[in-house]
């Protein structure tokens, strides 16, 4: 019965669907009601009464983060092919670069979104805090270097992948960022050095300027997320949280007066 | 756009929910059964079809029923105030 619903325009089913499918549910109508449904749909569709209302204006300031998760992925695209093709070993610029990234990445993420948030924030906070916390005390040996690198590495992904969140990327997204972005990466660059160290055969040879091309895919998914945030918006921390109209309060269209 | 044209073949159906809220709010099933009762079988196109028609119009608008949360339809103030045969009359026209 509810596809007969679905014939109806869309501002109209937000505005009258839920009562209209009680209604039929209620009272089912006979072959000839049905027909009448699909008479009305035809005329709400040819004779709109119900107009979607207009969205309200993003303030600028919700732009903001995105454009900071923006920059930030740019600044690091260039630090990265400074440092691959620029004329080294004095990388001044190229590491100017990367400082401002790794500044604007973190500052681009508070928002009031977080507030629903709590329970991954705590978790990546504490692989992160738990893993340094955990290398002091081991005195910075091989297990300590390991769990170090782990913390740096729950780090790099969690920036991203809260990123991608404030973005409104859907989880499936979100695993793509992180992997494609991180971890893919960093397991050539591991199987690279790992088929030099055992068999002798280069593949690519690891110097400074190749390793960093492998930080690419992340400023560019920096680029990418950051590009989607701007365009989205998402309040910053000094908006006050956003109070939705009654219209949007409701779920409801709205019907035009005349 | 929304289409400014008059009821139509929903001004009789109308005229119908106008007169079934003469005497105060109702759920929707409650109006779709009196608006039946009044002038036999109407189906639910034809009775939303000249609701969103009122409603857009300012003839009727909608009330939230108290206790069960549902949504009640209701005349607007200046047609239960003593505006409603005027109201009818300007379904015809």
Redesign the interface.
């Known amino acids: 019965m509810s596809r007969l619903v679905r014939l109806y325009p869309g501002p109209w089913r937000e505005r009258y669907e839920a009562e209209f499918l009680q209604l039929i549910e209620d009272r089912p109508p006979s072959p000839m009601e049905r027909l009448d449904i699909i008479r009305g749909a035809l005329d709400a569709r040819l004779h709109p009464q119900v107009v979607e209302a207009a969205p309200e204006p993003m303030p600028w300031t919700h732009r903001l983060p995105g454009l900071l998760s923006l920059s930030a992925g740019l600044a690091l695209c260039l630090a990265v092919l400074g440092i691959s093709f620029g004329p080294g070993p004095d990388w001044g610029a190229a590491a100017s670069f990367l400082g401002i990234a790794v500044i604007l990445m973190p500052i681009s993420l508070p928002g009031d979104y977080l507030g629903s948030q709590r329970r991954r924030l705590v978790l990546v906070g504490g692989a992160f805090g738990g893993s340094l916390a955990a290398a002091n005390v081991l005195g910075w040996g091989v297990a300590a270097q390991v769990l170090g690198t782990l913390a740096t590495l729950v780090a790099i992904c969690g920036l991203l992948a809260t990123a991608a969140l404030r973005a409104g990327i859907a989880p499936r997204g979100r695993w793509i960022a992180v992997v494609g972005g991180v971890l893919l990466p960093l397991i050539l660059v591991a199987g690279i050095t790992l088929v030099r160290e055992t068999t002798g055969v280069t593949i690519v040879d690891v110097t400074a300027s190749t390793t960093a091309l492998f930080a690419l895919p992340y400023g560019l998914a920096w680029l990418i997320v950051g590009l989607r945030m701007a365009v989205r918006g998402s309040p910053t921390i000094v908006d006050r949280p956003s109070v939705p109209s009654a219209a949007a309060r409701s779920g409801a269209a709205e019907v035009t007066q005349p | ?5 008059g009821f139509g073949r ?1 001004a009789e159906p109308a005229r119908l929910v106008l007169v079934a809220l003469r005497d105060g709010p109702r759920q ?2 409650r109006l ?2 009196e608006v039946r009762a009044l002038d036999g ?1 109407i ?4 009775l ?2 000249a ?3 009122l ?4 003839l009727i608008e909608r009330a939230t029923n108290g206790n069960d949360g ?2 009640a339809y209701r005349l607007t103030g200046s047609v239960a105030g003593g505006g409603l045969a005027s109201a009818i009359e300007g379904l015809y026209r």
């Open positions: 756009m929304v289409d400014g044209r929903f929707h099933v779709f059964d079988p189906g639910p196109g034809t939303y079809a609701v969103a028609r409603e857009r119009l300012g549902m949504r």
